[in-house]
């Protein structure tokens, strides 16, 4: 199984952009985004549940960005609106069976980062 992230670029603030993350080889039950930013904890962003779509954010994203699924694709995005320095990461996606959770700990298969940087 291999989640394929994509997206990411330089922006500046107030700018948008959209990742995406695609799964091969299976579906799971929920989809995460986390981000990591230098000498910083990875932190969750965003997490849908893939059977309706039921999603939540961190408190720092909400109104701002959004997660959402493709089935025909098996790909989740994350649009992100109105972009802020402090949302410079590293970008992961990440996918588990069973319920939508926030922690990374929780997740075992993991995409390969993608770097967003958004300048002032």
């Known amino acids: 199984v291999q989640l394929q992230a994509s997206g990411g670029g330089l922006v500046q603030t107030g700018g948008s952009l959209r990742l995406s993350c695609t799964a091969s080889?299976?579906?799971?039950?929920?989809y995460g985004w986390f981000r990591q930013a230098p000498g910083k904890e990875r932190e969750f962003v965003a997490v849908?549940?893939?059977?309706?779509?039921?999603?939540y954010y961190a408190d720092s994203v909400k109104g701002r960005f959004t997660i959402s699924r493709d089935s025909a694709k098996n790909t989740v995005y994350l649009q992100m609106n109105s972009l802020k320095p402090e949302d410079t990461a590293v970008y992961y996606c990440a996918a588990k069976y069973g319920s939508s959770l926030p922690s990374p700990r929780f997740y075992g298969n993991w995409g390969q980062g993608t770097q967003v940087t958004v300048s002032s």
């Open positions: 849908i549940r893939w059977s309706d779509g039921d999603a």
């Open positions: 080889g299976r579906t799971f039950s929920s």
